[in-house]
């Protein structure tokens, strides 16, 4: 496909967000580079605006409306942290927002929402298809849909967070990155095939919704049924055209992380390096450290996607795990 988005679309991307995304920074952990006799750089994006990457790619995207569509506004559906970085950008690029997110997303995510000043309508996950009713909606108003994932535009911005990273560590040997519909993994493969051109990507996502490693070893799209897992950033039915165009052609593999993993990582991240992070944001860990690979001796990127967790939630996770 020739439409797919490129580095240099990376590139500019990064230029819209400069004085507006923070530059997260890249933390690392003694014990953790002793366990995988690796060196092990964490990309932090649970410290990005909204606590998660997905400000990139949002803000990025509203940034690149005509005037017709500023006065609109945007619609987007979201299982959490996709809502809250459209409500944040069009606050920020002062546009309207209307979000649909799920009725049982997490408490933090619907009010963060609502407090970044965009219009909240829930809608059952498990009966009513988001995208045909963010479709309808969106004709009704005028407003312009703009996806979590599937879109140039958003997956552009998701690739500044491996070029900030490269640009701060040099050149890798493994990336490991979170992935739900694949708009982060295909944007940073992206950068990580121009900056680090050797460095082997791999994804990561939850084992009871692998539909990208199906997708991936089978060479065309495959779609599931909503999965349940803790990972509700990642609870994607199928990766989009886009994305997938990306990942079959940059991605070197695509592994899957239990719940059980999951805690795991987010107990680490806790008690180790002080870090709140979310299920879905400890994908990448979890690969890293369950997923088979021999990291002896690598420079190992891990992206750690976002930190935004009901904290009640969050507490019984690490007490009582799955
Ligand atoms: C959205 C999200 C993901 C998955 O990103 P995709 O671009 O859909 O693959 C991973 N982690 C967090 C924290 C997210 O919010």
């Known amino acids: 496909m020739s439409d797919l988005p490129t580095f240099a679309d990376v590139v500019a991307a990064a230029g819209r967000l400069q004085g507006h995304a923070h530059a997260t920074p890249v933390l690392r952990s003694a014990t953790l580079d002793a366990r995988l006799g690796a060196e092990v750089f964490f990309k932090c994006e649970n410290f990005q605006r909204m606590g998660a990457f997905k400000f990139r790619g949002a803000f990025n995207a509203l940034s690149r409306f005509d005037a017709a569509q500023r006065r609109a506004g945007v ?3 979201s299982s959490g942290n996709h809502a809250q970085a459209v409500a944040l950008s069009a606050r920020l690029l002062g546009l309207p927002a209307l979000i649909l997110m799920p009725q049982d997303a997490p408490q933090a995510k619907i009010a963060a ?3 970044y000043g965009a219009e909240v309508v829930l809608f059952d996950r498990f009966q009513q298809d988001r ?5 309808t909606l969106a004709a009704e108003r005028g407003m312009t849909l703009i996806p979590p994932f599937d879109h140039p535009d958003v997956v552009a911005g998701q690739g500044t967070v491996a070029k900030e990273l490269f640009e701060q560590t040099g050149a890798l040997d493994d990336l490991f990155v979170c992935m739900g519909g694949g708009g982060l993994l295909s944007g940073c493969a992206l950068s990580a095939r121009a900056l680090s051109p050797g460095c082997r990507v791999i994804g990561v996502e939850p084992e009871a919704g692998n539909d990208g490693q ?3 070893r ?9 999965p349940r897992t ?13 994305t997938f165009g990306i990942i079959r052609r940059d991605v070197q ?4 992380a ?3 993993q999951l805690v795991e990582c987010m107990r680490f991240f806790a008690e180790r390096m002080k870090l709140v992070v979310e299920p879905t944001g400890c994908l990448a860990l979890a690969g890293a450290l369950h997923g088979g690979l021999d990291l002896r001796g690598r420079r190992v990127g891990v992206v750690i996607s976002g930190g935004n967790v009901d904290l009640q939630h969050y507490g019984r996770l690490l007490a009582e795990g799955v």
Not at 131 to 135: D, H, S
Not at 236 to 242: D, E, F, G, H, V
Not at 253 to 256: A, N, P, Q, S, V
């Open 131 to 135: 995208e045909q009713l963010g479709r």
């Open 258 to 260: 239990t719940d059980a």
């Open 113 to 115: 929402t609502r407090g």
């Open 218 to 226: 089978s060479g065309s799209i495959v779609r599931i049924p909503t």
């Open 253 to 256: 593999d695509i592994l899957t």
């Open 75 to 77: 619609i987007a559906f």
């Open 214 to 216: 199906q997708s991936f």
């Open 230 to 242: 803790i990972a509700d950033g990642a609870q994607t039915q199928a990766l989009s055209p886009l």
